[in-house]
């Protein structure tokens, strides 16, 4: 009976196993399986030989061995710590392809060989302790490289793990299995990486010289660059060099690998975007593969200047919807650049995209150009009119042109315009504090309050009748007050007067102007106006520093205010039960103590008269008392319930009050 | 772990990588998931490289934790993608494994794989080395797919005599598969 029940056990693994050759396993047949796996040990001895041998066959005809090699394609994050771990179970598969090659060698002395290249093949053989990846040199220069036929030399011999010593006598089947190219293709790759122990170790070394002599060939570039660059950190010179040499041997695929590696591995270069794609052009690339690169390149340009050189070659290369969509990121990220506009400008009139032009045009005239730039102004200006005037040709596009014109309007308009004209020969600059505390000069012709400085005048030597002028713009400004400042620097002007000229939404409807004649009164001049539908309501980084700064000002106003008032009216708020409540913002400053020299230079018109001010401040801290501002507002009780100092300032409070509420630093619980 | 014990680690890691697929495969029955669950483990094979005592035989350990992969894994998948789904069969699975790990399988099985008939070989190459489906390999042989499917089975079971009488049954004493 029992001999029959294993019988039919056998019968019915073998069935279930056939069935599961041939097809999933229904539910039944699983459980059945399970069945007889779980309680029979000769059913799942046999089994388990089963199993053990398809997958030994999986593995051994490489699909499994390929399929944990590392799929290089998909980006890589930064190298450090976390990316290590994959990389070593990538290096163990890699490890583990290469250990079951060697096994699958011929064997034995009368073994077949594999043909091999002349300079490997005449190494001498090496001991299965040998089978490891062996570390390349970081830098071999040229002349290194052994010739055919020269003998070898040490260290050589990690060339020679193709002809691992073979155990066991094998046929022609297995030279099949095991061909030259790929443990070849193995051999070389495990070389370059030096797998095993650079990466164990979590070495990355610095390399000025890529060894390119070394480069496997016929391996997959992507992996090979990937791993080249998860061992080695290459000087950007280095991978320059390398660059020229692969061009040079027209190795177009390394030359892709190459680049697109560093590109993940954050070393870009501006060169390289144009260099790719000259590389995926002469490597037979299609348009779409091209501009798939390029883009996928974008993912690694991480500050706008590189975005900017991506953007300015993808419309060298005709990619110019992308090459736009670039440039818009560029001009979003940083307002105040010139090139997005410049570039995004030609790239439209190029292509006759409306809308580019449109977005281009709009964006340079509604900045301010210094002198330097008047050019782009003036291009924006020319561009606009003539693609205002074509809309307008067209009856199609007529609403178009109605909606361009007024948004130029919009753009050419400035908040306000201060222009300082003098005659006379005679230096005179213009200075201008914008609300948030910017201070706009020849110095710092752009400040973040959204001002520019066109460019200094003064006089030179040839004389001009019309006389000098220095203007500041401020396209979008803020509300509030402008104080304008009108210092002479060097000469004399006429009549020691300076003419100020102050425009508000200029181009606008609202225009409004008014001019002064200005005498310079110890050099200096000053002139306020107030500025109401300023147009800046976007802050900039450094604005918003600014603004914190402006915000903490008026708090402080705001309780300036609510003193006064407290002091001006005591009982005001008695009915309220509150007896001049106020609230305390402290304002942290610093006071300098001790002797400071500040010196200013300036040198004479002639170059021969250097004018040296010097402003020597000496300054002392006298008395210093704390106190503490958190007092019980609602106690009511006047002795006790100390409200602040109401207004009364704080001398006054630590003489009259004593101890109510207040510290004395020197440690005496506060009785001064 | 200093450089030396991490090379002899990867050493270890790397040479069992074999053992340890045929083992996973064995419990889940699934190449595909087989190989998912091998990366899992050699994740934490990797992971764990600082708790492994050199006294010990690396590949039980390694089985250990893939054992808990495979265990991980069978929670995620589900009953209907794994051939086995009670624990005990896993476990007693494992047992057997543990019982005899030999690493010299590659070699028996090349040996085994060379006293095929060439047309058996053929079958064996176009099956695993080009991922022919039966169908495709019954077309180019002039049979049907069910009929490759026999042949192979018939292949599978033949080999695994063979290793076996090169080896030494897996648990047990060599006998008809």
């Not at chain 1, 030989?49 to 066959?57: G, K, M, S």
């Not at chain 1, 501006?270 to 299609?286: H, N, Q």
Request: hydrophobic share 40%; glycine share 8%; charged share 25%.
């Amino acid at each position: 009976m029992t001999v029959e029940s294993k019988d039919d056990h056998r019968d019915e693994l073998d069935e279930l196993l056939l069935a599961k050759t041939l097809g999933p396993l229904s539910d039944s047949q699983r459980i059945r399986l399970e069945e007889l796996v779980g309680e029979d040990t000769e059913a799942r001895r046999r089994y388990l030989a089963y199993a053990r041998v398809e997958a030994q066959l999986r593995w051994r005809y490489s699909k499994v061995g390929v399929e944990l090699m590392p799929s290089p394609p998909e980006p890589r994050p930064p190298r450090p710590a976390a990316r290590r771990l994959r990389w070593v179970v990538a290096a163990a598969a890699c490890v583990a392809v290469l250990v079951l090659a060697w096994m699958w060698l011929p064997k034995g002395p009368g073994a077949a060989r594999i043909p091999l290249p002349p300079e490997i093949a005449e190494t001498p053989e090496v001991g299965p302790a040998d089978v490891k990846a062996p570390e390349i040199p970081p830098a071999v220069p040229d002349t290194e490289s052994p010739a055919p036929g020269t003998p070898k030399r040490e260290g050589d011999d990690k060339e020679s793990l193709v002809t691992a010593p073979a155990r066991g006598g094998k046929d022609a089947a297995q030279d099949a299995l095991a061909t030259p190219d790929r443990l070849q293709r193995l051999n070389r790759e495990a070389e370059w990486d030096d797998l095993a122990e650079g990466i164990a170790a979590g070495q990355t070394e610095a390399v000025d010289k890529i060894p390119i002599d070394k480069l496997p060939a016929d391996a997959d570039p992507n992996v090979v660059w990937d791993h080249y660059f998860a061992r080695f950190a290459p000087t950007e010179r280095a991978v320059r060099d390398a660059v020229r040499q692969l061009m040079l041997q027209e190795q177009f695929a390394h030359v892709i690998g190459l680049i697109h590696t560093s590109l993940r591995d954050h070393q870009a270069q501006p060169w390289m975007y144009e260099v790719l794609t000259l590389a995926m052009e002469a490597d037979g690339r299609t348009p779409e593969e091209i501009e798939r690169a390029v883009m996928s390149a974008a993912d690694f340009a991480d500050n706008p200047a590189d975005m900017m050189h991506l953007g300015a070659y993808m419309a060298r290369l005709g990619l110019n919807v992308r090459a736009m969509q670039m440039f818009r990121q560029v001009a979003q990220a940083e307002p105040l650049w010139v090139e997005p506009y410049m570039h995004g400008l030609k790239v439209a009139r190029n292509t006759g995209d409306v809308d580019g032009i449109r977005w281009a045009t709009i964006g340079i005239l509604s900045q301010a150009w210094t002198n330097d730039h008047a050019d782009v102004w003036e291009l924006g200006l020319f561009v606009a009119n003539d693609t205002l005037s074509r809309l307008r040709a067209d009856q199609k596009t007529e609403a178009e042109a109605k909606e361009f014109e007024a948004a130029l309007d919009e753009a050419v308009e400035r908040d306000c315009v201060v222009r300082v004209s003098w005659t006379g020969d005679a230096d005179i600059d213009l200075l201008v504090e914008e609300p948030p505390g910017t201070v706009c000069s020849v110095q710092t012709p752009r400040t973040s309050g959204g001002g520019v400085m066109l460019g200094d005048g003064f006089s030179r030597d040839t004389a001009d009748t019309r006389g000098y002028e220095e203007v500041y713009v401020c396209p979008k400004g803020f509300d509030g007050t402008y104080r304008v400042l009108v210092r002479r620097v060097w000469g004399n002007v006429t009549a020691g007067k300076v003419n100020v000229e102050v425009i508000k939404h200029y181009r606008g409807r609202k225009a409004e102007r008014f001019a002064r004649s200005v005498p310079l009164k110890k050099d200096e001049a000053w002139l306020v106006f107030d500025l109401e539908g300023g147009r800046r309501r976007e802050a900039l980084e450094e604005h918003q520093l600014a603004n914190a700064a402006n915000v903490q000002m008026a708090v402080s106003r705001q309780v300036l205010s609510q003193q006064l008032a407290a002091a001006e009216d005591p009982a005001a708020s008695a009915p309220f039960g509150r007896p001049g409540a106020v609230g305390y913002q402290p304002v942290v400053i610093t006071l300098p103590e001790g002797a400071n020299l500040a010196a200013t230079a300036v040198v004479s018109a002639d170059r021969r008269y250097v004018r040296i001010t010097t402003v020597p401040l000496f300054s002392g801290i006298a008395e210093v008392n704390t106190f503490s501002s958190a007092t019980d507002a609602s106690s009511g009780d006047e002795d006790s319930g100390s409200v602040g100092t109401g207004g009364r300032g704080f001398s006054q409070i630590f003489q009259n009050q004593g101890t109510q509420g207040n510290v004395n630093p020197d440690g005496d619980g506060g009785n001064p | 772990m200093d450089p030396e014990s991490a090379a002899s680690y990867v050493q270890h890691l790397t040479g069992c990588q074999n053992q340890l697929y045929a083992y996973i495969y064995s419990l889940l029955g699934n190449a595909e998931i087989a190989l998912d669950v091998l990366q899992e483990t050699n994740v934490v094979l990797w992971s764990k490289a600082a708790e492994y005592d050199p006294a010990r035989p690396f590949v039980a350990w390694a089985l250990g934790v893939a054992f808990h992969q495979v265990r991980a894994a069978r929670t995620r998948l589900g009953r209907d993608r794994l051939v086995f789904h009670n624990l005990n069969t896993l476990e007693t699975l494992t047992d057997d494994w543990l019982a005899d790990t030999p690493s010299n399988l590659e070699i028996a099985l090349d040996d085994c794989l060379n006293q095929l008939s060439p047309k058996n070989q053929q079958i064996v190459e176009r099956y695993y080395k080009q991922s022919e489906s039966l169908s495709s390999i019954g077309k180019a042989l002039n049979r049907t797919a069910n009929a490759v499917g026999v042949m192979l089975h018939r292949i599978r079971k033949k080999l695994a005599q063979c290793i076996e009488a090169a080896l030494g049954p897996l648990g047990g004493n060599p006998s008809e598969i």
